[in-house]
Every structure is written in C-alpha cells, then in structure tokens.
C-alpha cells in the first residue's frame, strides 16, 4: 500500500512570502524593521525549501536566504529593546 505525504502547496506560500517581502521593501523607512516579519520570512523560506518540488540549487538558495532572515529578525529584535519600543507591543501585520 503507498505513503502519502501530506505536503503543503507550493503556490500558497509563494504567494505570502512575496507579500511580505513587499511589505519589507516599501515599509516607511522611518520605523525600525519588524522582527515578527523577518521571522516568518525565515520561516517560510525554509518550507519553501524543503518542499519535494523544488531543485536543490533552489532549495540551497532559499535555505541561505532564511538564515540571513533569521539573522535580522535577531538583530532586529535587539534594536527593538534598545529603542524603547520593546516586542511586548503587538506587530501591526
């Protein structure tokens, strides 16, 4: 009897990583950068990654491209503190 994996669609999280990076790239330049944003960035990079349909090379470019947004969502966080706004306030995406 064949296993089914139950994998997510491709397409769905595509959609939603591009709308967040979007937000990231036109956000007012003013504020300080989300944390919560870069996280889940990361986060959907990495499922993206590890999805069966896509190539290697890909796979290896987004897994990087995941760490360096993980990378900011802590520095990130880290300014956040040191500015007084703190990441108790809720994020506004």
């Known amino acids: 009897m064949p ?11 595509l959609a939603g990583t591009l709308a967040l990076l979007h937000w990231q790239a ?12 870069a996280r889940k960035l990361a986060a959907n990079l990495r499922r993206m ?3 069966p349909a896509l190539s ?7 897994h990087r491209l995941a760490n360096e947004w993980s990378e900011r969502a802590a520095r990130t966080a880290d300014g956040w503190d040191e500015v007084g706004d703190g990441l108790a306030r809720s994020p506004l995406h």
């Open 49 to 51: 990654a590890d999805h």
């Open 56 to 62: 290697e090379p890909l796979a290896i470019v987004l």
């Open 3 to 13: 296993q089914f994996v139950d994998v997510p669609p491709l397409e769905p999280l």
């Open 26 to 37: 036109t956000r007012d330049t003013q504020r300080p950068p989300c944390p919560f944003s």
